[in-house]
Protein backbone atom coordinates (compact mmCIF):
# COMPACT_ATOMS: atom_id res chain seq x y z
CA UNK A 1 0.00 0.00 0.00
CA UNK A 2 2.41 2.21 1.00
CA UNK A 3 4.92 1.74 -2.47
CA UNK A 4 1.18 2.67 -4.43
CA UNK A 5 1.27 5.82 -2.01
CA UNK A 6 4.94 6.60 -3.51
CA UNK A 7 4.14 6.26 -7.19
CA UNK A 8 0.97 8.38 -6.74
CA UNK A 9 2.72 11.21 -5.38
CA UNK A 10 5.93 10.59 -8.08
CA UNK A 11 4.11 10.13 -10.60
CA UNK A 12 1.98 13.39 -9.83
CA UNK A 13 4.82 15.29 -9.19
CA UNK A 14 6.49 14.87 -12.63
CA UNK A 15 3.48 14.59 -14.75
CA UNK A 16 2.47 18.20 -13.30
CA UNK A 17 5.80 19.97 -12.65
CA UNK A 18 7.81 18.80 -15.52
CA UNK A 19 7.88 21.06 -19.11
CA UNK A 20 7.16 18.55 -22.39
CA UNK A 21 10.58 19.65 -24.50
CA UNK A 22 10.39 21.84 -27.07
CA UNK A 23 12.47 22.78 -30.30
CA UNK A 24 15.60 24.75 -29.78
CA UNK A 25 14.90 27.65 -31.95
CA UNK A 26 11.28 28.29 -30.13
CA UNK A 27 12.67 27.96 -26.59
CA UNK A 28 15.54 29.88 -27.42
CA UNK A 29 12.70 32.99 -28.50
CA UNK A 30 11.18 32.72 -25.36
CA UNK A 31 14.12 32.75 -22.65
CA UNK A 32 15.03 35.82 -24.03
CA UNK A 33 12.16 37.38 -24.89
CA UNK A 34 11.60 40.29 -22.19
CA UNK A 35 8.01 39.80 -19.96
CA UNK A 36 7.17 43.30 -21.53
CA UNK A 37 7.34 41.95 -24.93
CA UNK A 38 5.20 38.75 -24.47
CA UNK A 39 2.21 40.41 -23.36
CA UNK A 40 2.56 42.95 -25.78
CA UNK A 41 3.07 40.28 -28.71
CA UNK A 42 -0.02 38.54 -26.91
CA UNK A 43 -2.77 41.60 -26.34
CA UNK A 44 -1.78 42.67 -29.87
CA UNK A 45 -2.56 39.58 -31.32
CA UNK A 46 -5.91 39.38 -29.95
CA UNK A 47 -6.93 42.66 -30.93
CA UNK A 48 -6.50 41.00 -34.46
CA UNK A 49 -9.34 39.18 -34.44
CA UNK A 50 -12.11 41.64 -32.60
CA UNK A 51 -15.21 41.01 -34.41
CA UNK A 52 -14.42 37.63 -35.13
CA UNK A 53 -18.21 35.45 -34.19
CA UNK A 54 -18.79 33.59 -31.53
CA UNK A 55 -18.90 29.75 -31.71
CA UNK A 56 -19.47 27.66 -29.08
CA UNK A 57 -16.63 24.99 -29.08
CA UNK A 58 -15.00 27.15 -31.84
CA UNK A 59 -10.83 27.45 -31.82
CA UNK A 60 -10.17 29.21 -34.92
CA UNK A 61 -11.25 32.47 -37.22
CA UNK A 62 -14.42 30.73 -38.32
CA UNK A 63 -15.55 31.67 -34.75
CA UNK A 64 -14.15 31.11 -31.12
CA UNK A 65 -15.68 30.97 -27.77
CA UNK A 66 -13.87 32.62 -24.64
CA UNK A 67 -11.21 29.97 -23.98
CA UNK A 68 -10.86 28.78 -27.69
CA UNK A 69 -9.96 32.39 -28.25
CA UNK A 70 -7.41 32.21 -25.90
CA UNK A 71 -5.67 29.44 -26.93
CA UNK A 72 -5.60 30.16 -30.38
CA UNK A 73 -3.72 33.91 -29.98
CA UNK A 74 -1.49 31.94 -27.52
CA UNK A 75 -0.44 29.11 -31.00
CA UNK A 76 0.30 32.69 -33.08
CA UNK A 77 2.22 34.32 -30.51
CA UNK A 78 3.06 31.88 -27.97
CA UNK A 79 3.14 28.09 -28.88
CA UNK A 80 5.24 26.90 -26.08
CA UNK A 81 2.63 27.90 -23.73
CA UNK A 82 -1.03 26.09 -24.03
CA UNK A 83 -3.72 26.54 -21.39
CA UNK A 84 -6.37 23.87 -20.28
CA UNK A 85 -9.23 23.84 -22.93
CA UNK A 86 -12.06 25.32 -20.36
CA UNK A 87 -12.30 28.80 -18.54
CA UNK A 88 -12.78 26.36 -15.58
CA UNK A 89 -9.65 24.56 -16.04
CA UNK A 90 -7.79 27.90 -17.02
CA UNK A 91 -9.15 28.95 -13.87
CA UNK A 92 -7.63 26.27 -11.84
CA UNK A 93 -4.27 25.90 -13.98
CA UNK A 94 -3.49 30.03 -13.32
CA UNK A 95 -1.74 31.30 -10.36
CA UNK A 96 -4.77 33.47 -9.09
CA UNK A 97 -3.24 37.02 -7.96
CA UNK A 98 -4.81 40.29 -6.10
CA UNK A 99 -7.27 42.64 -8.33
CA UNK A 100 -4.24 45.46 -7.51
CA UNK A 101 -1.48 42.91 -9.00
CA UNK A 102 -2.93 42.30 -12.23
CA UNK A 103 -0.78 43.21 -15.58
CA UNK A 104 -1.83 43.69 -18.95
CA UNK A 105 -1.92 40.08 -20.51
CA UNK A 106 -3.61 38.50 -17.34
CA UNK A 107 -6.84 36.60 -17.69
CA UNK A 108 -10.12 37.83 -16.29
CA UNK A 109 -12.30 35.03 -14.88
CA UNK A 110 -16.32 35.48 -14.91
CA UNK A 111 -19.47 33.43 -13.34
CA UNK A 112 -22.08 34.14 -16.11
CA UNK A 113 -24.13 31.47 -15.36
CA UNK A 114 -26.82 30.04 -12.89
CA UNK A 115 -24.34 27.24 -12.26
CA UNK A 116 -22.29 29.44 -9.85
CA UNK A 117 -18.85 28.21 -11.61
CA UNK A 118 -16.20 29.76 -13.40
CA UNK A 119 -17.74 30.09 -16.95
CA UNK A 120 -16.07 33.05 -18.60
CA UNK A 121 -12.33 34.13 -19.07
CA UNK A 122 -11.03 37.19 -20.74
CA UNK A 123 -7.63 38.82 -21.41
CA UNK A 124 -6.79 42.10 -19.43
CA UNK A 125 -5.55 45.35 -21.66
CA UNK A 126 -5.50 47.98 -18.61
CA UNK A 127 -7.52 50.48 -17.81
CA UNK A 128 -10.56 48.01 -16.49
CA UNK A 129 -10.85 47.02 -20.26
CA UNK A 130 -10.37 43.59 -21.48
CA UNK A 131 -11.44 41.43 -25.04
CA UNK A 132 -12.85 37.91 -25.30
CA UNK A 133 -14.84 36.24 -27.10
CA UNK A 134 -18.46 36.95 -26.23
CA UNK A 135 -21.61 34.32 -26.39
CA UNK A 136 -24.72 37.07 -25.62
CA UNK A 137 -26.11 40.24 -25.46
CA UNK A 138 -26.15 43.73 -27.38
CA UNK A 139 -22.78 43.02 -29.07
CA UNK A 140 -21.18 39.00 -29.22
CA UNK A 141 -18.18 37.43 -30.66
CA UNK A 142 -14.50 38.98 -29.66
CA UNK A 143 -14.99 42.64 -28.17
CA UNK A 144 -13.53 44.71 -26.16
CA UNK A 145 -15.65 45.51 -22.62
CA UNK A 146 -14.87 47.16 -19.21
CA UNK A 147 -14.84 46.06 -15.96
CA UNK A 148 -17.14 48.94 -15.13
CA UNK A 149 -20.12 47.45 -16.94
CA UNK A 150 -22.92 46.97 -14.61
CA UNK A 151 -23.05 42.86 -16.21
CA UNK A 152 -19.16 42.17 -15.97
CA UNK A 153 -18.27 44.18 -12.85
CA UNK A 154 -21.04 41.76 -11.36
CA UNK A 155 -20.14 38.53 -12.96
CA UNK A 156 -16.46 39.49 -12.29
CA UNK A 157 -14.82 36.85 -9.48
CA UNK A 158 -10.88 36.97 -9.80
CA UNK A 159 -7.70 37.74 -11.62
CA UNK A 160 -5.39 34.77 -13.21
CA UNK A 161 -1.55 35.03 -14.51
CA UNK A 162 0.20 32.41 -16.54
CA UNK A 163 2.75 34.90 -18.37
CA UNK A 164 5.92 36.01 -16.36
CA UNK A 165 5.40 38.85 -14.08
CA UNK A 166 6.95 42.02 -14.97
CA UNK A 167 7.13 43.68 -11.54
CA UNK A 168 10.10 44.63 -10.09
CA UNK A 169 10.87 44.95 -14.14
CA UNK A 170 9.40 48.60 -14.23
CA UNK A 171 5.84 46.85 -14.78
CA UNK A 172 3.24 48.54 -16.27
CA UNK A 173 -0.59 47.39 -15.33
CA UNK A 174 -2.43 49.80 -17.73
CA UNK A 175 -2.69 50.62 -21.42
CA UNK A 176 0.03 53.40 -21.50
CA UNK A 177 2.96 53.33 -23.44
CA UNK A 178 6.22 53.31 -21.19
CA UNK A 179 7.91 56.09 -20.90
CA UNK A 180 11.85 56.63 -22.14
CA UNK A 181 13.16 56.11 -19.01
CA UNK A 182 10.96 52.95 -18.48
CA UNK A 183 12.58 51.22 -22.10
CA UNK A 184 15.81 52.21 -21.07
CA UNK A 185 15.91 50.46 -17.27
CA UNK A 186 14.14 47.65 -19.16
CA UNK A 187 16.72 47.06 -22.00
CA UNK A 188 19.61 46.69 -18.82
CA UNK A 189 17.12 44.27 -16.99
CA UNK A 190 18.18 40.96 -16.99
CA UNK A 191 15.50 38.78 -19.41
CA UNK A 192 13.43 36.37 -17.41
CA UNK A 193 12.49 33.27 -18.74
CA UNK A 194 8.51 32.10 -19.36
CA UNK A 195 7.38 30.47 -16.19
CA UNK A 196 7.16 26.40 -16.43
CA UNK A 197 3.80 25.85 -18.04
CA UNK A 198 4.38 24.66 -21.32
CA UNK A 199 3.13 22.89 -23.87
CA UNK A 200 1.76 19.66 -22.87
CA UNK A 201 1.79 20.66 -19.08
CA UNK A 202 -2.32 19.53 -17.66
CA UNK A 203 -4.47 21.13 -14.86
CA UNK A 204 -3.76 18.45 -12.19
CA UNK A 205 -6.83 18.08 -9.77
CA UNK A 206 -7.14 16.16 -6.98
CA UNK A 207 -10.82 14.68 -6.53
CA UNK A 208 -12.28 13.26 -2.90
CA UNK A 209 -15.71 11.32 -3.23
CA UNK A 210 -17.96 10.11 -0.27
CA UNK A 211 -20.92 7.92 -1.35
CA UNK A 212 -23.95 5.78 0.13
CA UNK A 213 -23.96 2.61 -2.04
CA UNK A 214 -26.53 0.90 -3.08
CA UNK A 215 -28.66 -1.54 -5.65
CA UNK A 216 -32.18 -2.34 -6.55
CA UNK A 217 -31.53 -6.52 -6.27
CA UNK A 218 -30.06 -9.46 -5.00
CA UNK A 219 -29.53 -12.59 -6.43
CA UNK A 220 -32.80 -13.67 -4.24
CA UNK A 221 -35.47 -10.54 -5.18
CA UNK A 222 -35.41 -7.24 -6.32
CA UNK A 223 -35.91 -4.96 -3.56
CA UNK A 224 -33.62 -2.10 -2.85
CA UNK A 225 -30.62 -2.49 -0.36
CA UNK A 226 -27.93 -0.93 0.92
CA UNK A 227 -24.70 -1.67 0.16
CA UNK A 228 -22.25 -0.07 2.00
CA UNK A 229 -20.28 3.26 1.63
CA UNK A 230 -17.08 3.89 -0.34
CA UNK A 231 -14.45 7.04 -0.14
CA UNK A 232 -12.30 7.62 -3.00
CA UNK A 233 -9.09 9.89 -3.46
CA UNK A 234 -8.47 10.31 -7.28
CA UNK A 235 -5.89 12.19 -9.06
CA UNK A 236 -6.93 13.84 -12.62
CA UNK A 237 -5.04 15.70 -15.11
CA UNK A 238 -7.74 18.23 -17.25
CA UNK A 239 -7.03 20.14 -19.79
CA UNK A 240 -8.36 18.28 -23.25
CA UNK A 241 -11.53 16.43 -24.03
CA UNK A 242 -10.38 12.85 -22.55
CA UNK A 243 -8.50 13.19 -18.69
CA UNK A 244 -6.34 10.42 -17.47
CA UNK A 245 -6.16 9.99 -13.40
CA UNK A 246 -5.66 7.06 -11.15
CA UNK A 247 -6.42 6.87 -7.50
CA UNK A 248 -7.50 5.29 -4.28
CA UNK A 249 -10.50 3.81 -2.75
CA UNK A 250 -12.20 2.90 0.51
CA UNK A 251 -15.45 1.06 0.42
CA UNK A 252 -17.24 -0.97 2.92
CA UNK A 253 -19.70 -3.65 1.03
CA UNK A 254 -22.20 -4.12 3.03
CA UNK A 255 -23.49 -5.98 0.87
CA UNK A 256 -20.22 -8.65 1.10
CA UNK A 257 -19.72 -7.88 4.44
CA UNK A 258 -16.11 -6.96 3.62
CA UNK A 259 -13.69 -4.48 3.54
CA UNK A 260 -12.29 -3.37 0.11
CA UNK A 261 -9.30 -1.22 -1.46
CA UNK A 262 -9.98 -0.76 -4.92
CA UNK A 263 -6.80 0.74 -6.80
CA UNK A 264 -7.89 2.43 -9.79
CA UNK A 265 -7.11 4.32 -12.87
CA UNK A 266 -9.74 5.85 -15.11
CA UNK A 267 -10.67 8.48 -17.79
CA UNK A 268 -12.57 11.42 -17.84
CA UNK A 269 -14.46 12.51 -20.95
CA UNK A 270 -16.16 16.28 -21.24
CA UNK A 271 -15.71 16.75 -17.42
CA UNK A 272 -18.98 15.03 -17.36
CA UNK A 273 -18.26 11.45 -17.58
CA UNK A 274 -15.77 9.21 -16.11
CA UNK A 275 -14.62 5.16 -16.95
CA UNK A 276 -12.08 3.35 -14.38
CA UNK A 277 -11.46 -0.13 -13.80
CA UNK A 278 -8.79 -1.24 -10.67
CA UNK A 279 -7.45 -3.92 -8.70
CA UNK A 280 -9.61 -5.01 -5.77
CA UNK A 281 -7.86 -5.90 -2.47
CA UNK A 282 -10.26 -7.51 -0.05
CA UNK A 283 -9.85 -7.62 4.19
CA UNK A 284 -12.53 -10.31 5.57
CA UNK A 285 -14.10 -12.81 3.75
CA UNK A 286 -16.67 -11.98 1.28
CA UNK A 287 -20.49 -13.09 1.31
CA UNK A 288 -22.99 -13.75 -1.54
CA UNK A 289 -26.00 -10.62 -0.59
CA UNK A 290 -28.68 -12.17 1.10
CA UNK A 291 -27.22 -15.80 1.61
CA UNK A 292 -24.42 -16.91 4.05
CA UNK A 293 -22.20 -18.43 1.47
CA UNK A 294 -19.09 -17.66 1.26
CA UNK A 295 -17.07 -15.40 -2.24
CA UNK A 296 -13.98 -14.39 -3.47
CA UNK A 297 -13.10 -11.49 -4.86
CA UNK A 298 -11.03 -11.18 -8.20
CA UNK A 299 -8.08 -8.94 -7.58
CA UNK A 300 -6.83 -8.32 -10.86
CA UNK A 301 -9.27 -6.35 -13.49
CA UNK A 302 -11.48 -7.04 -10.06
CA UNK A 303 -13.75 -3.84 -10.13
CA UNK A 304 -14.89 -1.49 -13.18
CA UNK A 305 -17.60 1.21 -13.74
CA UNK A 306 -18.63 4.54 -14.69
CA UNK A 307 -19.11 7.57 -12.93
CA UNK A 308 -21.54 11.13 -14.18
CA UNK A 309 -21.03 14.13 -12.06
CA UNK A 310 -22.92 17.41 -12.46
CA UNK A 311 -21.11 21.14 -13.62
CA UNK A 312 -19.18 22.27 -10.40
CA UNK A 313 -20.26 24.82 -7.89
CA UNK A 314 -17.18 26.51 -7.31
CA UNK A 315 -16.48 28.60 -3.99
CA UNK A 316 -12.97 30.08 -4.70
CA UNK A 317 -11.03 27.38 -6.15
CA UNK A 318 -12.80 24.63 -4.55
CA UNK A 319 -15.67 23.06 -6.41
CA UNK A 320 -18.45 20.79 -5.54
CA UNK A 321 -20.53 18.20 -7.27
CA UNK A 322 -23.21 15.43 -7.18
CA UNK A 323 -21.71 11.90 -8.54
CA UNK A 324 -23.94 9.27 -9.14
CA UNK A 325 -21.92 5.71 -10.62
CA UNK A 326 -22.63 2.36 -11.40
CA UNK A 327 -19.46 -0.30 -10.65
CA UNK A 328 -19.41 -4.22 -11.38
CA UNK A 329 -16.90 -5.93 -9.09
CA UNK A 330 -15.91 -9.62 -9.97
CA UNK A 331 -16.81 -12.09 -7.75
CA UNK A 332 -16.18 -16.40 -7.61
CA UNK A 333 -16.98 -18.76 -5.26
CA UNK A 334 -14.80 -19.66 -2.77
CA UNK A 335 -12.83 -22.48 -4.55
CA UNK A 336 -13.06 -20.06 -7.62
CA UNK A 337 -15.00 -21.40 -9.93
CA UNK A 338 -17.81 -19.45 -11.67
CA UNK A 339 -20.89 -18.16 -10.01
CA UNK A 340 -24.39 -18.13 -11.59
CA UNK A 341 -24.87 -15.49 -13.71
CA UNK A 342 -27.57 -14.08 -11.83
CA UNK A 343 -25.98 -14.72 -8.61
CA UNK A 344 -22.58 -12.55 -9.69
CA UNK A 345 -24.66 -9.98 -11.30
CA UNK A 346 -26.59 -9.31 -7.59
CA UNK A 347 -23.09 -9.70 -5.69
CA UNK A 348 -21.09 -7.24 -8.12
CA UNK A 349 -23.55 -4.59 -9.16
CA UNK A 350 -23.78 -1.78 -7.44
CA UNK A 351 -24.79 1.86 -7.50
CA UNK A 352 -22.97 4.48 -5.87
CA UNK A 353 -24.73 8.12 -4.58
CA UNK A 354 -22.68 10.87 -3.44
CA UNK A 355 -20.68 14.22 -3.13
CA UNK A 356 -17.44 15.28 -4.71
CA UNK A 357 -15.38 17.72 -3.43
CA UNK A 358 -11.94 19.09 -6.29
CA UNK A 359 -8.73 20.92 -5.78
CA UNK A 360 -6.72 22.05 -7.92
CA UNK A 361 -3.29 20.37 -7.13
CA UNK A 362 -1.44 23.75 -7.34
CA UNK A 363 -3.37 24.21 -4.12
CA UNK A 364 -0.56 22.17 -2.58
CA UNK A 365 2.20 21.73 -4.77
CA UNK A 366 3.72 25.41 -5.06
Known amino acids: ?112 TASGRISHVGIFLGNNQFIHAASDGPNTGVIISSLQESYWGKAYVASGQFLPSTRGQTARTDASSPSKEQESATTKQKNIPVAEHTSGTRAAVLEITATGDWSLFTAQKFAPNFRGSTGTVYLSFSG ?26 GLSIFNFMQFYAGLVFTIGENKIPG ?41 KTADNTRLPFFTSLGAGIACATGIRVTFPLSAFIK
Open 1 to 112: MMRFFRVLLIFSVVFVRQPVPVSAQSDAGLTTTHPHTLREQFTAEAKKYVGTPYKYGGTDTRGFDCSGYINYVLAQTIPNIVLPRTSEAIYNYAHIIPDEQREIGDLLFFKT
Open 240 to 265: TTISPGMGIQFRYNAGTRSFQIPLIA
Open 291 to 331: TDQKASSSIFTGIFGVTFQTPAVTIKKIGLRVVQSITYTLY
